[in-house]
């Protein structure tokens, strides 16, 4: 069965420093791996994606991923967090059997001044 | 992509009575989603819905309490019927479309319906 996990609840940073939200994936063939951002009252919106190819995966607003096959890890980064980061963050996987996607429980992300 | 609309953006409603809840999709798609997303957790595919066919529906959901409606390739509705408190959720509509020259599915997703319950 698929599944998504992220360990952190939330993430504080100050802006302007790196950061990164954890995502490790558990899937039975190869991984589609999402990451979605949820700002308030808002709907989720598309981040970015790995399918295939290179392992750091480049996205909106500056974001990039890091896949890692060996620690079945998809990690959200950015250099320089701003105020404007902070958001509700979901890690997804997709079941391209099933036409499913399978999303984490979320990580909200602080970044303050 | 997509560009997803839902209608209301939010509700209060009594406990007992329904809600259904509109999704409009401005280009034609075969695959619709609805989602739920309780408060402070993640989002629960509550069913599929396909145009011609039935809605496929996940563990814990049943069509009497979330009947799901999908006369076209642009419009679905949900409802949510026999409100209790519980039902309190944003409930989001999502569509997979393939992009022109990409070689796989892409997922997007409504702006949601805030739903209180009273």
């Known amino acids: 069965a698929q599944s998504v996990a992220q360990p952190e609840d939330q993430v504080n940073v100050a802006e302007g420093n790196p950061l990164t939200v954890k995502c490790t994936y558990s899937?039975?063939?190869?991984?589609?791996l999402f990451w979605y951002v949820q700002y308030p009252n808002r709907g989720l919106q598309f981040l970015l994606k790995?399918?295939?190819?290179?392992?750091l995966v480049k996205g909106s607003y500056g974001f990039e991923a890091e896949f890692n096959k060996s620690q079945t890890s998809f990690h959200l980064k950015k250099p320089s967090a701003l105020v404007s980061d902070s958001a509700l963050y979901f890690c997804?996987?997709?079941?391209?059997?099933?036409?499913?996607?399978?999303f984490g429980s979320g990580t909200k992300l602080n970044v303050k001044p | 992509s997509a560009v997803i609309s839902q209608k209301p953006s939010r509700d209060i409603c009594q406990r007992g009575t329904s809600l259904t809840i509109q999704c409009q999709v401005d280009?034609?798609?075969?695959?619709m989603f609805w989602y739920r997303q309780q408060p402070g957790q993640s989002l629960t595919l509550i069913a599929t819905?396909?145009?011609?066919?039935?809605?496929?529906?996940e563990s814990g959901f049943v069509i009497d309490k979330f009947p799901i409606s999908r006369p076209n390739l642009t419009f679905s509705t949900l409802t949510v019927s026999n409100m209790s408190p519980e039902d309190s959720s944003i409930y989001l509509c999502?569509?997979?479309?393939?992009?022109?020259?990409?070689?796989?599915?892409?997922?997007?997703f409504g702006p949601g319906t805030r739903l209180t319950v009273l």
């Open positions: 999502s569509v997979e479309e393939r992009l022109a020259g990409g070689p796989y599915n892409e997922q997007f």
């Open positions: 899937v039975s063939g190869n991984p589609y």
């Open positions: 790995y399918i295939t190819g290179d392992n």
């Open positions: 997804a996987v997709r079941d391209d059997n099933f036409n499913k996607f399978y």
């Open positions: 280009s034609q798609v075969t695959m």
């Open positions: 819905a396909n145009q011609g066919s039935e809605a496929t529906y």
